[in-house]
């Protein structure tokens, strides 16, 4: 089985032998913090091995404080030795470009050339026999002298460290005389009237932005490396798509990690891409592959954005899995979008990240040794967790903890302590957009309950109230904007394909997220501490008063959803037995499934057969068998919808038995097959 980041390799890199004139992607690899795309960066590394050509890049890392600095970082990991590549890269034409930002100029042209002359024939000759014998040492130790080089002149000692660095660039190639000199041509006609003296002192002097320059020069290094020494690779340890191998050429690829922890990775990119389009149709080889935590705007032009279905956006291509992204995909991409080549959207290739394995979440929370079944607890991580690492693991170190209270972990993980910060507390800390964060916990928290619960409602006609929840909409943009909104995270009911058939699921809010915000409006109702912010009560209660009246289906359901969010089960139940005499059974399975999706305190608090047996006592006097019925399914499935509950094999048992019993014994129907393919549903084995 190969792993996502071994298809992307596989299906993204491979070029055909006689090469092809579209530009590569710039990919944006989506997903919200914590989903594991640093994991996956470094597993594409690892696929491309020795033989395609990458770098990595990590803005959280002060060695790239600014873009220019990490453009020279990029220039030495490239610099290395490839199995494919007959010559090792040369980037001259960066060199040449730091050289002017690091030296004062004279403005008058003759000095200016001696001095220029000068600097390359020692640079050249220095250290002739010496190798750099640590490129990544090299290039981490010239990363940092650059720092701010592109808005202040260095100082002295600034200058000899950065004047090593050049030195060093410079000396990378074999017959770096020729190559040197060469690339000391590119900078004529850089600037209008101008030759390559004038384009120096240009930079030297900073009258503009000298950033575009030096992108310009890298992107010039690369194209003139993929000219003149990449050549059909005709054997190599390359996976190869569709069992097919021959000759073939391969992208190289800029593995950027952290893009928006700084705006020196925004800045890059920016630059990247302009430079990249200003220099069309000229193509370089470099595929970049961007971790990114945030989704553009800009790139609804092409892109269908992750919250949104294809009912919604018909016309605009979904964003695909890592797995599934590849070359052809992205090539049709810049064909329907021909019309507007110089629009900077079109460059970029978003992907959203794969769930992670189901190993992967075993081994960042293996089952604690006493009481736990390993298969029960793998089940639970993956689904309060959401499939999301950093939950998992955070849920690993809390599990393996000894409980504070009797409280099985199951039930009280959430509000765990480390030192004396509940998990959920920590988990809203560390995931929250930070624009959300601005005001205290207990003030954000029920609003944005608010808005998650309202993603998950039956219909979508009801708004919130402005006045109940006046940030609403500025915290559904930021967690949208921020990624925790999405399709991807959609984790339908089993009840789904009975009731929604092949319809896609819309987008809602993370499990996990959606998780620790229900357990944090639990905790601060419970406490009662806050006269400023809204309980548990208060904002279901405030919701429900939207929606009192039905006056259809969907407006029923929502009804219903609030009913029971409010803990009125047994008003819930007598509505539902009412509703099955008299709908379509089709629809009432739709009705019992979208009323149970709401939120429940419970299972965070109690053991699910303790709820269920409240809910549900064994022996009520004067019930019917069908309310009865009824009354189990619709408890069961509230305990299934939630996050904290593990499936159950008896249960499973029991709601199957319940709807095989209306079928058979309770419906005046002659079609009971809906009832039937819910029941078959919960078939456990």
Same mark, same amino acid.
């Given at each position: 089985m190969l792993t996502a980041a071994e298809l992307f390799v596989r299906q993204a890199f491979r070029r055909p032998a006689e090469g092809t004139a579209v530009p590569e992607p710039v990919v944006a690899l989506l997903g919200p913090k914590g989903s594991g795309k640093s994991t996956a960066l470094k597993a594409i590394a690892g696929a491309c091995g020795g033989t395609l050509v990458h770098a990595r890049l990590d803005f959280q890392d002060s060695k790239v404080a600014? *873009?220019? /600095?990490?453009? /020279? !970082?990029?220039?030495?990991?490239?610099?290395?030795?490839?199995?494919?590549?007959?010559?090792?890269?040369?980037?001259?034409?960066?060199?040449? %470009?730091?050289?002017?930002?690091?030296?004062?100029?004279?403005?008058?042209?003759? *000095?200016?050339?001696?001095? +220029?002359?000068?600097?390359?024939? %020692? !640079?050249?000759?220095?250290?002739?026999?010496?190798?750099?014998?640590?490129?990544?040492?090299?290039? #981490?130790?010239?990363?940092?002298?650059?720092?701010?080089?592109?808005?202040?002149?260095?100082?002295?000692? #600034?200058?000899?460290?950065? =004047?090593?660095?050049?030195?060093?660039?410079?000396?990378?190639?074999?017959?770096?005389?020729?190559? #040197?000199?060469?690339?000391?041509?590119?900078?004529?006609?850089?600037?209008?009237?101008?030759? &390559?003296?004038? =384009?120096?002192?240009e930079l030297s002097q900073r009258s503009t932005d000298p950033l575009p320059h030096v992108m310009n020069a890298f992107l010039a290094d690369l194209s003139r490396n993929a000219d003149q020494w990449t050549t059909p690779v005709r054997r190599c340890r390359c996976l190869t798509p569709h069992g097919q191998d021959g000759p073939h050429e391969h992208a190289w690829a800029l593995l950027i990690d952290n893009v928006d922890a700084a705006p020196a990775g925004r800045e890059f990119l920016t630059a990247f891409v302009r430079a990249r389009q200003n220099r069309l149709p000229e193509r370089d080889p470099l595929l970049i592959v961007a971790a990114m935590d945030r989704w553009s705007s800009a790139w609804g032009t092409w892109w269908r954005e992750p919250w949104r279905t294809k009912a919604d956006c018909p016309d605009r291509r979904p964003v695909p899995l890592l797995s599934q992204a590849d070359f052809k995909q992205w090539t049709q991409h810049l064909a329907a979008a021909a019309g507007k080549g110089a629009a900077p959207t079109r460059a970029w290739y978003p992907v959203w990240l794969d769930p992670p394995d189901p190993g992967v979440l075993r081994e960042l929370a293996p089952a604690p040794p006493d009481g736990w079944e390993p298969a029960v607890f793998d089940e639970f991580v993956r689904r309060l967790s959401g499939g999301l690492p950093a939950a998992a693991r955070e849920i690993g170190r809390r599990a393996g903890e000894p409980p504070a209270d009797a409280a099985p972990p199951a039930r009280s993980l959430l509000f765990r302590s480390h030192n004396g910060i509940p998990l959920w507390e920590r988990a809203l800390t560390s995931?929250? *957009?930070?624009?959300?964060? &601005?005001?205290?916990?207990? @003030? +954000? @928290?029920?609003?944005?309950?608010? #808005?998650?619960?309202?993603?998950?409602?039956?219909?979508?006609?009801?708004?919130?109230?402005?006045? $109940?929840? *006046?940030?609403?909409?500025?915290?559904? %943009? $930021?967690?949208?904007?921020?990624?925790?909104?999405? &399709?991807?995270a959609a984790r339908p009911s089993r009840l789904w394909p009975v009731v929604a058939g092949e319809e896609e699921h819309p987008a809602v809010l993370h499990p996990w997220l959606l998780a620790c915000l229900l357990a944090g409006l639990h905790a601060q109702s419970a406490a009662d501490r806050h006269s400023v912010a809204m309980t548990w009560a208060d904002v279901f209660s405030a919701m429900a008063a939207a929606c009192a009246e039905p006056s259809g289906e969907a407006d029923l359901a929502r009804r219903l959803y609030y009913q029971l969010a409010c803990d009125r089960f047994d008003q819930v139940v007598k509505e539902l037995v009412r509703e099955f005499a008299a709908a379509e059974h089709a629809d009432w399975v739709r009705l019992v499934d979208q009323a149970t999706a709401a939120p429940c305190r419970w299972p965070a608090l109690e053991p699910a057969d303790e709820i269920v047996a409240r809910l549900v006592p064994d022996e009520r006097p004067g019930r019917e068998s069908a309310e009865a019925a009824v009354s189990c399914i619709a408890a069961l499935l509230w305990i299934h919808h939630d996050a904290h509950a593990v499936p159950d094999p008896v249960r499973d048992r029991r709601i199957r038995r319940n709807f095989e019993r209306l079928a058979g014994n309770h419906s005046s129907r002659v079609d009971t097959d809906a009832l039937t393919e819910a029941a078959a549903r919960f078939d456990s084995q």
């Open positions: 600014d *873009p220019i /600095a990490a453009v /020279a !970082y990029v220039s030495f990991l490239l610099a290395r030795h490839w199995d494919n590549l007959p010559r090792d890269p040369t980037f001259h034409r960066v060199g040449l %470009s730091l050289l002017a930002l690091n030296e004062t100029l004279p403005q008058d042209r003759d *000095p200016a050339r001696a001095h +220029v002359l000068k600097l390359i024939e %020692s !640079y050249l000759h220095q250290d002739h026999d010496q190798q750099v014998a640590d490129l990544a040492g090299a290039a #981490v130790k010239f990363a940092l002298s650059l720092s701010g080089i592109g808005t202040q002149v260095p100082g002295p000692a #600034v200058q000899h460290a950065v =004047s090593s660095g050049i030195g060093a660039l410079l000396r990378l190639a074999n017959r770096r005389r020729r190559s #040197v000199r060469q690339a000391l041509k590119w900078f004529s006609g850089l600037l209008e009237g101008a030759d &390559t003296i004038d =384009s120096l002192i995931f929250l *957009p930070r624009s959300l964060l &601005t005001d205290p916990l207990p @003030v +954000v @928290v029920p609003q944005a309950v608010a #808005v998650a619960v309202r993603l998950r409602q039956p219909g979508r006609s009801a708004e919130l109230n402005p006045v $109940a929840f *006046p940030d609403a909409n500025h915290i559904l %943009s $930021a967690l949208r904007e921020n990624l925790w909104v999405s &399709t991807f």
